[in-house]
């Protein structure tokens, strides 16, 4: 019998703690504002919770991930619509999150895809774009979270793992210092090259990388114009590809993302080289710079 009552008493104390946590994660949620700020005037929209189209599209995202907890889920969580007609191949969408003492503490999701904006595929792009994971298509939406992997609600469902599991454990317990939370759409690009928003930062890493892997290819092209030998054409292609390595960050400029992509672009052209000879190398630089390249601009 007094067993029996210790046990009742311990699931007594459980309930009673759980309820109260509950209750304080819901009363936090409810006293915090919630904004956000994006890029109607282009057709571009952050859906919230406070939205009424978000149920529907979180229901849709949990039919697809049955095992995730959405109700913890969607305060972390927003849908970005794309009502254009283009495809979207790079974003930055950052919450700001303001603390009691007026501090912002900022968390930055960046995606592009830069194959997009470089012309590696040509005229197979438009069609290598409709099944590609990371780009938002036309008139479609995608789910973006801090505590989940981004997916296209039209293409293949992403993994979430431990480790989204624990990151939203850690969000959830950082939501108690914080009083207000802003969604910005800091910077978008479009397929034609593109971009809307206002982190010139964004603008300048993707358009930095772009420019180093089309100056590979021109570097080869003037070359071959002046009547160079392979090996002094490749000379310059050797050393930008055994520059020093560089780890990207959210610290590093337009000139180490420059650096970074030329090194990249500088080991494929060698790759091809090595394997397919130089008169290879050379017709895939001609085939490169013979397309038309989207156009890096602001709107």
Known sequence: MKNRFYVVALLIYALTIVTIFSWSYKRVEAEMRFNKKDLPEHGIFIITEADPNFEALISAYS???????INDLKLFSIFIENS????VVGYRLRWACKKTDGTIIDKVVTETTLWALTNILGPNTESALKHADRVIGPKSYRFISLAAPSESMTGQVSDTDQNS????QILKTELRNYTEITVNLD??????????GTDN???GEIKASVDASNDVLKEIESGIQEGKSANEIFKSIEEAA????IRLSSASTSRDHYLYEKKLSA???LNIRKYKGDAKAFEHVRMRLGRTWPVIHKL
């Not at 039919?63 to 907890?69: A, E, K, V, Y």
């Open 242 to 245: 055994n520059g020093p390595d």
């Open 267 to 269: 080991q494929e052209i």
């Open 201 to 203: 930062k964004y603008y």
């Open 63 to 69: 039919r697809r991930h049955p095992q995730t907890p």
């Open 187 to 196: 910077g978008l690009f479009f397929d034609d090259g593109s971009f809307i």
């Open 84 to 87: 254009t007609d283009r495809t």
């Open 165 to 168: 599991e624990e990151e939203l």
